[in-house]
């Protein structure tokens, strides 16, 4: 694709005129003379303060906004250099307006004013249909417009498939994060619940001596009934006793007892 060129190429053939210019009016002519041969040079910054200078003698100059607006152009200082070129439509030469057209054009297309750039093209045309560079740079934009026509419907497919991306990325992320608190969460249930059953044996180990002291308590009263019972049996049996004694007393009652005699 061909650059726009004519308001990066300006002739000296095309200075000069506007020095001749200047000669009939307020400017000085020094100061013109001196920035338009640092502009020759290419000492952009040293020919704009020249212009600037010269544009001091006379604030309303068009000729003189014209040639600011030229050198602030090649300093890449384009919002700026678009106000110096409308100060200079107030030309009353046709020419003149006819160049100012064309460079408000170069000037919307380095701001990516495409369509703007257009309009100034026509404008340029209609005072000069043989311009041939304008009809050129009318022509490269109009294509520029259509080819970015063309790609929008493309460019749209691929912003709503980032998009689309994106967003898979941040639910992936979602759920993985959700995962995460999960499994974060079934841990910390497992730690409780071994936690829970640790504390249920600590329990059940405290209670198990007491159980123990329980089931002790019906063996001893079981042991004070067997001595109850063996008072009691023994008991009867030195009642018992005491009847066998009186028993053998009967049975030794006095009696005749044979006496053996010695023969």
């Known amino acids: ?43 952009w910054d040293e020919s704009l303060q020249h212009f600037q200078d010269a544009l001091l003698d006379d ?21 700026e250099a678009l106000k110096s ?6 030309t009353q030469d046709i020419a003149m307006r006819e160049k100012v057209y064309y460079n408000l054009g170069n000037t919307q ?22 311009d041939q560079d304008a009809k050129h ?5 109009r294509a520029k ?22 967003q898979q990325k941040q639910q992936s992320g979602a759920e993985q994060q959700q995962d995460q608190q999960n499994q974060q969460q079934s841990d910390q249930d497992e730690q409780g619940q071994e936690e829970n059953q640790t504390q249920k044996q600590a329990q059940q180990a405290e209670k198990e001596p007491l159980q123990q002291e329980k089931s002790a308590q019906p063996q001893e ?15 009867a049996l030195k009642s018992e006793e005491k009847e066998n004694q009186k028993l053998r007393q009967v049975q030794r009652a006095p009696g005749r007892i044979p006496v053996e005699k010695d023969w």
Do not use: C, W
Not at 85 to 90: A, F, Q, T, V
């Open 1 to 43: 694709m061909m650059s726009l060129q004519k308001m990066v190429r300006v002739t000296p053939v095309f200075l000069i005129l506007l020095l001749v210019y200047s000669a009939r009016a307020d400017m000085d002519r020094g100061k013109v003379k001196e920035g338009i041969e640092a502009y020759e040079q290419e000492q």
């Open 59 to 79: 604030p309303e100059n068009p000729i003189g906004h014209y040639n600011v607006a030229q050198a602030l152009y090649k300093n890449r200082k384009y919002e």
């Open 85 to 90: 070129y409308e100060k200079s439509l107030g």
């Open 109 to 130: 297309y380095q701001l990516n004013n495409y369509q703007e750039a257009i309009q100034n093209y026509i404008k340029a045309l209609d005072l000069d249909p043989h």
């Open 137 to 141: 740079n009318l022509e490269l934009v």
């Open 145 to 166: 417009l259509k080819e970015m026509a063309q790609k929008q419907p493309m460019q749209n497919q691929q912003q709503q498939q980032q998009q689309q991306q994106q």
């Open 221 to 235: 009263k079981q042991k004070e009934l067997s001595k109850e019972e063996a008072e009691r049996i023994l008991q």
